[in-house]
């Protein structure tokens, strides 16, 4: 979404081809012993939320599926309801195949209508961290922010991954162990400088 522009919800919608979605469904069986959250279901669902919420989480995607505005849009039941729980289940389950084969085939057909130039005429960066924790006795390297220490020693470790993503695809990236790296005024200038080092 681009900064003083509201996003046409029904029209990307309309760039998204249902016989493909159904097609790559068939494929990659994404929908083998699903009752309501099909393949095609989730990645509708995913994709309203990503346009109409600022932090998407398993509740807010209750709470999307549950409205009549999102079920109009798909043109599903009125009685078809779904929960928190079951929509952990399914993210945690589903075939991400299913996601990876849409993406490159919606990508390939976007990249028909529009130059290089034109995907890129608009183009935010954007670029954020996630920690990821692990056990001691599995990293070698990592940070300890605000762990509680045993016997002297840190129980938990953590690694930072931070990207950056154009709107299209992560186009930088890098893997972060050390302290000060803690600091977001660390890590994030440093892959917005690797960023620089691969657009010239």
């Given at each position: 979404?681009?900064?003083g522009?509201?996003?046409?919800?029904?029209?990307?919608?309309?760039?998204?081809?249902?016989?493909?979605?159904?097609?790559?469904?068939?494929?990659?069986?994404?929908?083998?012993?699903?009752?309501?959250?099909?393949?095609?279901?989730?990645?509708?669902?995913?994709?309203?939320?990503?346009?109409?919420?600022?932090?998407?989480?398993?509740?807010?995607?209750?709470?999307?599926?549950?409205?009549?505005?999102?079920?109009?849009?798909?043109?599903?039941?009125?009685?078809?309801?779904?929960?928190?729980?079951?929509?952990?289940?399914?993210?945690?389950?589903?075939?991400?195949?299913?996601?990876?084969?849409?993406?490159?085939?919606?990508?390939?057909?976007?990249?028909?209508?529009?130059?290089?130039?034109?995907?890129?005429?608009?183009?935010?960066?954007?670029?954020d961290?996630?920690?990821?924790a692990e056990?001691?006795?599995?990293?070698?390297?990592?940070?300890?922010?605000?762990?509680?220490k045993k016997?002297?020693?840190?129980?938990?470790?953590?690694?930072?991954?931070?990207?950056?993503?154009?709107?299209?695809?992560?186009?930088?990236?890098?893997?972060?162990?050390?302290?000060?790296?803690?600091?977001?005024?660390?890590?994030?200038?440093?892959?917005?400088?690797?960023?620089?080092?691969?657009?010239?």
């Open positions: 979404m681009f900064t522009q509201k996003v046409n919800i029904q029209k990307v919608l309309e760039l998204i081809p249902e016989d493909l979605l159904a097609s790559l469904a068939e494929d990659t069986k994404v929908d083998y012993c699903s009752k309501v959250l099909y393949g095609q279901r989730v990645f509708n669902l995913l994709l309203y939320g990503l346009l109409t919420t600022d932090r998407t989480s398993q509740r807010t995607l209750e709470d999307l599926f549950s409205s009549q505005l999102f079920r109009s849009l798909f043109s599903y039941d009125a009685d078809m309801t779904v929960s928190r729980s079951s929509i952990s289940t399914r993210l945690s389950t589903i075939d991400t195949e299913f996601f990876k084969l849409a993406y490159e085939a919606i990508y390939s057909e976007f990249s028909q209508f529009f130059s290089k130039e034109e995907q890129l005429k608009h183009r935010i960066i954007r670029v961290s996630s920690m990821i056990t001691c006795n599995k990293l070698k390297e990592g940070l300890s922010p605000g762990n509680k016997n002297g020693k840190e129980s938990v470790k953590q690694v930072k991954f931070t990207a950056a993503f154009d709107g299209l695809t992560a186009c930088a990236f890098d893997v972060f162990t050390q302290a000060r790296y803690t600091s977001e005024d660390w890590a994030i200038p440093e892959v917005v400088c690797i960023k620089r080092r691969f657009s010239y």
